[in-house]
């Protein structure tokens, strides 16, 4: 059985960092581009970032480029999220998610697998 469990959500304040964690079990993590996404009340889940299986490739949207790093350790079988410079506009419930389709993977239609979501508020 596939599990994604993410970790490290919480409240910050504007300007601040903070780093989500994905630990995935149940797969051959290696073998998986992942990534993350996000969705805030009232709006469509949206693609924040993603990363090939090796950790060479990634892959941002405009609205976190400079801000945000997807790293990941295939020896954990674990992706990151390291999110500086924090925005209101970032508050929302973020998720991470494996695909086998690559890491310039950003419709999540192309990502099979899914973690129930960490929620991140940020404060102004």
């Known amino acids: 059985q596939v599990q994604l469990v993410e970790s490290g959500g919480g409240l910050v304040q504007a300007g601040g960092s903070q780093r989500l964690s994905c630990a995935a079990s149940?797969?051959?993590?290696?073998?998986?581009?992942m990534g993350w996404f996000r969705q805030a009340p009232g709006k469509e889940r949206e693609f924040v970032a993603a990363?090939?299986?090796?950790?060479?490739?990634?892959y941002y949207t405009d609205f976190v480029k400079g801000r945000f790093t997807i790293s990941r350790d295939n020896a954990k079988n674990t992706v990151y999220l390291q999110m500086n410079s924090l925005k209101p506009e970032d508050t929302a419930v973020y998720y991470c998610?494996?695909?086998?389709?690559?890491?310039?993977?950003?419709?999540?239609?192309?990502?099979?697998?899914w973690g129930q979501g960490t929620q991140v508020t940020v404060s102004s």
């Open positions: 149940g797969l051959t993590f290696s073998r998986y581009a």
């Open positions: 990363i090939g299986w090796s950790g060479h490739n990634t």
């Open positions: 998610a494996a695909s086998l389709y690559g890491y310039r993977t950003d419709s999540a239609s192309g990502y099979a697998y």
